[in-house]
């Protein structure tokens, strides 16, 4: 899907410099970007880190941005490669802190506690094995499976091939179902 006329003549503005243009684009896209980056690292204080290296890579990058895509596309590449490069210089070692003030279940009494324990548990377990893939495999698995992105588009927003698009979404597939619902004998290989 191309651009909008309006999206069209920001971008244009943009390239020549307009401020007032990028940061309507920054509106326009912040919360489908930040929810890309936040599904990448897994962390809220890792995404806004993404975030904000994705969108000064765009503002510095406007210029070579041909407009064959839509501009929010082009932002998908430019995070899924920032979130790579953050993840891969992060230490192992980070340490998480905990918040007080966030809320541990939603107590409204029309909601089923049970389903919503379970759907929580669900979130939490899909959301750990993501973070365990290797920052690579995240993007593509993330772009294909939640954002619904075809392979030819994801190999041209990671500026891979669409055959390592779909080898690497394959991998990826693969690892999450070992991790998710592990066969007999799956887990003990792990654990040695």
């Not at 669900?122 to 294909?144: F, I, Q």
């Amino acid at each position: 899907m191309g651009a909008t006329e309006q999206e069209a003549a920001l971008v244009a503005a943009a390239k020549e410099g307009d401020r007032a243009a990028f940061d309507e684009l920054v509106r326009a896209t912040h919360a489908d970007i930040y929810t890309l980056a936040y599904r990448l690292t897994g962390d809220e204080e890792d995404a806004r880190d993404v975030l904000q290296d994705a969108y000064l890579r765009a503002f510095r990058g406007i210029k070579r941005f041909r407009g064959d895509a839509r501009f929010s596309t082009w932002m998908y590449r430019i995070t899924a490669n920032c979130a790579a490069t953050y993840l891969s210089k992060r230490t192992k070692n980070r340490t998480e802190e905990l918040s007080d003030d966030e809320p541990v279940a939603d107590t409204r009494p029309e909601i089923d506690p049970e389903a919503v324990a379970e759907a929580g548990m669900l979130r939490d377990r899909v959301t750990e094995a993501l973070g365990e893939l290797p920052p690579r495999l995240r993007a593509v698995v993330v772009l294909r499976d939640v954002y619904d992105l075809p392979h030819e588009a994801i190999a041209s927003e990671l500026g891979i091939t669409e055959a390592a698009a779909k080898v690497r979404l394959h991998r990826a597939r693969r690892k999450l179902r070992e991790r998710l619902y592990p066969l007999p004998g799956e887990e003990r290989a792990r654990a040695v």
